[in-house]
């Protein structure tokens, strides 16, 4: 009798909670629809953001790729190079393309005739703008450590360069490698300067010749 007593209390508590769960189901249930609605527009938002963002991302990389290709064509137009690589250096759907394009920018118009200053804006946009783009601001310093030698400004070129070689990262690399070259040639033709100023000053005159003699004036 007492576990028949047991029981029937048992499933009189079951009952009444289930009651009491119906009734806030009656009462909030609409919010509960609400809330499992939002959540999945959530989700599903989320992930199409984040597809999207992925697919960006691959096709500026395809697309810097095929830029680069196309530079490396003797025959390209610098104009059309340059207005393809701001698109990319303008765009902020993947960071690592825009830095770099602004150092690719930097070296099409280092290329150029009296374009030098355009071109260090460019190598200092990629350093300033995209701090944390490591190899786009290696490259950048080497583009200006280039154009320092080309003003003959060699303290600058050379902080340029070590500045690079600091960088642990890239020891390894085609952009250390560069700077290393480019210190090593520095620092050679900082060796033939002084050597050029050891030669033997050219004395101010001519030494003296024979005396010649002058016959006498007809005056005499």
């Known amino acids: 009798m007492k576990s028949k007593r047991r029981h029937e209390l048992k499933q009189n508590v079951l009952d009444l909670e289930l009651a009491k769960g119906m009734t806030f189901l009656r009462q909030r ?4 629809g609400w809330a499992v609605i939002i959540a999945a527009v959530a989700v599903f938002a989320a ?23 196309a530079a490396s064509d003797p025959g390209a137009k610098a104009d059309e190079l340059l207005d393809r690589f ?13 830095a770099l394009a602004c ?39 080497v583009g200006l450590a280039k154009l ?11 902080a340029e360069y070590q500045a690079v070689l600091k960088m642990p990262q890239f020891h390894n690399q085609p952009v250390a490698a560069c700077a290393k070259q480019g210190l090593a040639d520095l620092e050679k033709l900082h060796g033939e300067v002084p050597m050029a100023t050891t030669l033997p000053s050219q004395p101010a005159t001519l030494p003296a010749g024979p005396k010649l003699s002058v016959p006498p004036s007809s005056d005499d």
């Open 29 to 32: 249930g609409w919010q509960l």
């Open 47 to 69: 992930i199409y953001i984040y597809r999207s963002h992925v697919a960006k991302r691959a096709a500026l990389q395809a697309e810097y790729s095929a830029l680069k290709a």
């Open 86 to 98: 701001r698109l990319l250096a303008e765009q902020d759907d993947n960071e690592r393309i825009a």
């Open 103 to 141: 150092v690719d920018m930097g070296d099409i118009h280092a290329g150029q005739a009296d374009q030098a200053g355009r071109a260090a804006d460019w190598y200092h946009a990629a350093i300033q703008r995209f701090p944390g783009q490591a190899l786009a601001a290696a490259k950048a310093r």
């Open 148 to 158: 320092a030698e080309q003003r003959l400004d060699f303290d600058t070129a050379r």
